[in-house]
């Protein structure tokens, strides 16, 4: 019964651990792909550079205990953190913006590999066409509510322009859309109830050339 | 002199601060896009929902300091924003597997706009030739020590699959590298003194699913 057993499934974890359960499933994928039968905690401790603590509370939401001496099984631990953090289901997205990054995303086959499904793109600038250069189809954003009726997405990504982004994500929320996935800088801001991520591309740039920009400057003096 | 006023240009800023920093500037390019003049941190924080004192401190990294009942002059506050973020520099950078993720942040022309230059790429495949799909030259990663010595590259992006992102961060280390800009769900360690920048696509994801899950069973419920 997938409805009735929903709420422990998938609890709404603590936001640090939702972001480390990916890095384990990066690393026991990989354990995997070696033919690893078993791998302890302070194991996963010592290559992620987590607290060994952390770790069985982390997977503890997922009810995975490792065995004593003989710890987690690679196969069944990759399975249920696929399976936990959605990857295994089909999430149906649009995209706002088919310029280079939006182009990119919806070329990207590793986001259908975790469980994204863009089924298509809107755009002002008329000469996208039709259908965009991956094959999906490319509509005018007045065209949103409308569209949006056959297309079952509750997603929406935003790779517009930062100075449109709130006016975009205004309209995906006033079409229906309950989760935003934000790629510009701009800090768009929505009702209640509506889930935003945020993935500063431009933010993490500006932190590496400040960090390289500073080395650089001891080597110059050291 | 530019090099002796490094560390007043580029202190070391507080990580906080050097993510919200991008939102002013995102922020104020809009405002100036549509000519506006002035603008308080009242405004910034109502729209932003930062603390208007943090606003404050944190544009005091940049000696910049509002006018009494005035606010900041927008043009100044963008233009100083974009160039101490780092945004006006070129910075070369290779980038470690052209599949699908890698050419489409080398198709992202928003990248260069942020002053990132992808200048090579590297991979394993040979069947991608000697130049991608946008031009810039693909070598085999057995090249990229020799490579690299013409090619001044401070920064090193990561988008193979997960399993060799360990691998390939330890070989651009190795060749000189001191950024590395992980757009694998791995955790990648290394040596101190080589800044290292996360941008977990794939986390985000889980993040959002988990969210969203958890939405759609209160309205079951509800």
Redesign the interface.
């Known amino acids: 019964m997938p409805?009735q057993s929903?709420?422990n499934n998938?609890?709404?974890?603590p936001?640090p651990t939702?972001?480390r359960?990916?890095?384990y499933?990066?690393?026991v994928?990989?354990l995997k792909?070696q033919n690893v039968e078993y791998v302890s905690s302070t194991t996963i401790s010592r290559?992620?550079?987590v607290d060994s603590s952390q770790i069985a509370k982390d997977l503890s939401f997922l009810n995975i205990k490792g065995k004593t001496r003989i710890g987690y099984d690679v196969a069944t631990l990759e399975r249920s953190l696929r399976d936990f953090?959605?990857?295994k289901?089909e999430?149906n997205a649009v995209i706002m913006g088919v310029?280079?990054?939006g182009?990119?995303?919806i070329?990207?086959?590793?986001?259908h590999r975790?469980?994204?499904n863009i089924v298509a793109g809107f755009d002002i600038n008329p000469e996208l066409g039709n259908v965009s250069s991956s094959g999906i189809p490319v509509y005018h954003p007045s065209e949103l509510q409308e569209r949006l009726m056959g297309l079952n997405a509750?997603?929406g990504i935003i790779t517009v322009p930062?100075?449109s982004?709130q006016d975009v994500a205004d309209q995906l929320v006033h079409a229906g859309i309950?989760?935003l996935?934000n790629f510009?800088?701009?800090?768009i801001?929505t009702e209640e109830?509506v889930?935003i991520?945020?993935?500063?591309?431009?933010?993490?740039?500006?932190?590496?050339?400040?960090?390289?920009?500073?080395?650089n400057?001891n080597n110059?003096n050291g």
Do not use: C, Q
């Open positions: 409805i929903a709420p998938r609890p709404l974890l936001e939702l972001r359960l990916p890095w499933l990066a690393y994928s990989m792909v290559k992620l550079n953090l959605g990857f289901t999430h310029g280079s990054l182009s990119a995303l070329a990207d086959s590793g986001l975790y469980g994204l509750e997603i930062a100075e982004a309950r989760a996935w510009t800088p701009y800090r801001r109830g889930v991520a945020n993935t500063s591309i431009y933010a993490h740039l500006a932190v590496m050339y400040n960090r390289l920009g500073m080395m400057h110059d």
